[in-house]
């Protein structure tokens, strides 16, 4: 039996695919991945699309979450938050990013303000990767009326926060202007001013992820977007560009990318519109395949499959 018709009879808190392939979860749309590794098990946090076929703007509401120890078989724990959770909010529940800190699990997200105009960046908190979480501020941690260098008021976007191996938590954001600011330890304030990130054609998904000693920044460039890297020695920068790490995602404008290690292989983890029948720009599926490293450092280009990757031992 086919993973797709294997899907459709789950609910929540069951394995939701029993065969590697890409898109990687069919039985409910995902985008704007984001991943994370604990103890011993990945978790996917990815926003749900639910526009209709036909649609030509995105219509999200609420994140979900899912988990896997072997990067094929998913389980589905459902919702974890819902925008207007963020009672500042009114609505819009865009790309998000989750991490542990000292047993707390800080979630942030991209909402549209109800009173400041514009998105804005949102940071829940659990005790469970699953949830449920809760507005750990109640307010907004970064706000369109912060950051007013561009003429947009959707420059607050895609919110991923980088813990390194000093404990020291670092969050990155932006749309067409590429910034970053240091976390303080309670992990839902800034500590010291916002910067700017100087690299080339940045659109949005911003990300960084540390493999040896190289720390590696990649996000989204053009439109229809393609993911572009580039590596720094220090979380600071800066950051030297190192090119195209993967190409246009298939029947999708939008290229959002997280990538992390587990069990001895690297994973790059994106969506694509290519859910059958009916995918596309605003109707989008997560795929996962492999990433692989030069000795260099650099990265080698992302080959998306149809197959996605074999399963972790």
């Excluded at 053009?222 to 298939?250: R, V």
Aim: charged share 25%.
């Amino acid at each position: 039996m086919k993973k797709s018709l294997i899907a459709l009879a789950l609910g929540c808190g069951i394995s939701a695919s029993s065969f590697a392939a890409n898109p990687a979860i069919t039985h409910v749309l995902t985008a704007d991945p984001a991943a994370m590794v604990h103890d011993g098990t990945v978790y996917l946090y990815t926003g749900h699309d639910e526009a209709k076929d036909n649609s030509t703007f995105y219509e999200m509401h609420k994140w979900l979450v899912f988990s896997s120890t072997d990067m094929v078989n998913w389980t589905d724990h459902g919702a974890i938050m819902k925008a207007t959770d963020f009672k500042w909010a009114k609505g819009d529940a865009w790309a998000a990013h989750t991490v542990e800190k000292d047993g707390k699990f800080y979630f942030y997200t991209t909402v549209r303000h109800a009173t400041i105009n514009g998105f804005a960046v949102g940071v829940a908190v659990s005790d469970s990767p699953t949830g449920p979480f809760k507005d750990a501020l109640g307010k907004a941690l970064i706000s369109n009326d912060m950051t007013t260098d561009t003429d947009i008021d959707w420059d607050d976007l895609d919110p991923a926060v980088f813990i390194d191996d000093d404990g020291e938590a670092y969050l990155f954001w932006g749309n067409t202007k590429a910034r970053w600011a240091k976390l303080k330890d309670n992990m839902i304030e800034l500590d010291g001013p916002i910067h700017n990130i100087d690299i080339p054609s940045f659109t949005e998904a911003l990300h960084v992820h540390k493999h040896g000693e190289w720390y590696y920044l990649t996000y989204a460039t053009g439109f229809p977007e393609k993911t572009a890297y580039a590596m720094s020695k220090s979380i600071e920068g800066p950051w030297e560009y190192k090119g195209i790490l993967n190409e246009l995602a298939g029947n999708s404008n939008t290229n959002h990318q997280t990538v992390i290690d587990y069990k001895g292989r690297s994973f790059f983890i994106y969506h694509n519109g290519g859910i059958e029948p009916d995918g596309g720009s605003f109707r989008r599926s997560v795929c996962i395949d492999e990433l692989y490293y030069n000795e260099d450092g650099t990265i080698k280009r992302i080959v998306m499959t149809s197959e996605g990757v074999e399963p972790v031992k």
